[in-house]
């Protein structure tokens, strides 16, 4: 008679075969979980986290500047006007404007027909279909499914065609679809300066999402404001360690009950010094770059790759002053009614956009404010020069300005770093190089926790599932 392999045997045998830690090793529960970054990405994870993993396992969360609120952020950007609500938009060629909103709807409408014929409306279509098929990935992650790379999780969402906007241009992508270059260089182009500093050279999957928050308001802070982090936080019980980690290593420790176990140790810098504490599953919520981040990887076999792929920067100025309306062509300023100038490519422009801060009333506040001093808000690559400032403003009193290493710089074939940085590191900014958006951060966070739980537990058939739309309809 021949010996039946026991199911534990195949079991083993299977995760040798595949030279994975083996799963009897793993089906105790974690004892702890470390989450690095408190943004919208480390709060929602630990969140998450803490629904899959139940409420034994120990969860920390560390940061190392504060823990952004939305509505900080909100009030940091002046975000919270709805902005070319109320106001009007133009857009600025660095000559002159190719197009300028009207305060009457019948009127915006024929404009939009001459210049663009039956693009706008197209346009809607083409971002809708998109975002169907994004929308796809709650009906997932419902059901419990992960991913175990960025591009994995888009092509379950939208095949090979999310796979060519990845690896296009937004240009190119709008072009194939049949869009007019007025339409691409005009319109489209200057809303991606807006939302990302960068023109229709950026990735078609990022320059679609950015289409959908300019007209669905589906990306936007609004749609995020009950995210909040601080209360992600508080109701997810994890303990905060306030501090910047410096590195990570894997080390061998010994097991209380004999043998020996693989362990993470997270050293951090904090107000009492250097500290270190051990993990057994790690998740990194924020970008790694040496000039961000900056987290160190010792000891580790395989070797991590150095994950160091350039952010573009973003400079916010806040000026309290007159606009000099001349700048942008206008020289009777009673004929001047935007407050809101979106631009197009053009070297000699030192700015992305200029938009007025405080909400606008109604059109005799708007007219008051166009000519007396307001708050604008000016978005540019670089920080703004005295002269610079001269040339935008004919007086001003008050200027604040904030630096960022906003967003990826996008740079298609686009290839997004890896999720699973070793056998139990994950690196949930790897989703920013796809499109970054807060809500692009919160379905990384579901993903990475879901992701991590069911790589403990070897649930292998709840990753990389293709075919799931299919698999859905016929469950339900
Ligand atoms: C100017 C600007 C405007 C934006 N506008 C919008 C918008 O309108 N809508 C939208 O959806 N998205 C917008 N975004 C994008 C959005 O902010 C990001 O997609 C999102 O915040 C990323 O979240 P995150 O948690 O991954 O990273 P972050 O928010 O960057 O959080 C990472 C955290 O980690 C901390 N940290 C870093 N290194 C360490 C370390 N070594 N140790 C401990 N802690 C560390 C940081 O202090 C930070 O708090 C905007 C971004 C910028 C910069
Ligand atoms: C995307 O580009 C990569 C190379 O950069 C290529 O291997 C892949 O086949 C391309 N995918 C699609 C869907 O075009
Ligand atoms: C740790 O932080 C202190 C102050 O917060 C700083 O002076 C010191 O240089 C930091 N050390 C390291 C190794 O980063
Ligand atoms: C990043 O950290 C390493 C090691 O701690 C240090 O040598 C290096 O100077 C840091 N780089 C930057 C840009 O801060
Ligand atoms: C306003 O803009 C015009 C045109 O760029 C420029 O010549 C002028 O110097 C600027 N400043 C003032 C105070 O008019």
């Known amino acids: 008679m021949r010996a039946a392999v026991s199911g534990p045997l195949l079991l083993l045998l299977a995760s040798l075969w595949r030279g994975a830690p083996r799963a009897s090793e793993l089906r105790y529960p974690p004892g702890k979980i470390a989450v690095i970054g408190a943004g919208i990405g480390g709060t929602s994870a630990a969140y998450f986290l803490r629904q899959k993993f139940g409420k034994d396992v120990a969860i920390d969360v560390y940061e190392k500047g504060t823990v952004a609120t939305i509505n900080h952020f909100v009030k940091e950007l002046g975000l919270s006007v709805p902005e070319g609500k109320g106001g009007l938009m133009g857009i600025y060629n660095g000559e002159e404007f190719v ?121 936007s802070v609004k749609g995020g404001n009950k995210l909040v982090c601080t209360g992600l936080l508080y109701a997810s019980k994890a303990q905060l360690i306030p501090g910047a980690v410096l590195s990570i290593e894997e080390k061998t420790w010994p097991k209380r009950s004999g043998g020996t176990m693989k362990l993470y140790e997270v050293s951090y810098n904090s107000s009492s010094g250097l500290t270190a504490n051990a993990y057994d599953i790690v998740l990194i919520a924020t970008p790694l770059n040496r000039k961000m981040a900056n987290i160190t990887f010792r000891n580790f076999n395989p070797l991590i790759p150095e994950i160091s792929k350039p952010y573009h920067q973003s400079v916010a100025t806040f000026v309290h002053g007159r606009i000099n309306t001349s700048f942008f062509g206008y020289l009777d300023p009673s004929h001047f009614h935007l407050n809101d100038i979106f631009t197009m490519e053009n070297p000699k422009l030192f700015i992305n956009s200029i938009g007025m801060v405080s909400p606008v009333q109604n059109r005799n506040d708007e007219q008051k404010k166009l000519m007396g001093p307001a708050v604008w808000k000016v978005f540019s690559p670089k920080l703004l020069t005295k002269e610079q400032l001269n040339l935008l403003f004919l007086s001003f009193d008050s200027v604040e300005e904030k630096k960022w290493l906003a967003y990826p710089r996008y740079s298609p074939p686009e290839k997004c770093p890896p999720l699973i940085l070793h056998d139990r590191i994950y690196y949930l900014n790897s989703i920013e190089w796809a499109a970054s958006a807060m809500e692009m951060s919160a379905i990384a966070a579901k993903n990475a926790a879901l992701l991590s739980y069911h790589r403990w537990y070897v649930n292998t058939h709840m990753i990389d599932q293709e075919d799931l739309n299919e698999k859905l309809k016929t469950e339900l």
Do not use: C
Not at 205 to 216: K, R
């Open 99 to 219: 197009f300028e909103e009207s305060s009457w709807y019948v009127i915006n409408i024929l404009k939009l027909l001459w210049h663009y014929g039956l693009n706008p409306l197209r346009m809607y279509m083409w971002v809708e279909e998109v975002l169907d098929k994004f929308l796809r990935i709650y009906r997932y992650q419902t059901h419990d499914y992960s991913f175990s790379s960025t591009e994995g999780l888009l092509h379950a969402l939208g095949g090979n065609n999310f796979m060519e906007m990845l690896n296009g241009t937004i240009d190119e992508a709008m072009q194939k679809a049949g869009f007019s270059q007025k339409f691409i260089n005009e319109i489209v182009t200057s809303v991606m300066r807006v939302n990302y500093g960068q023109g229709a050279t950026i990735n078609g999957f990022v320059g679609a999402v950015s289409l959908a928050g300019a007209d669905s308001g589906l990306w």
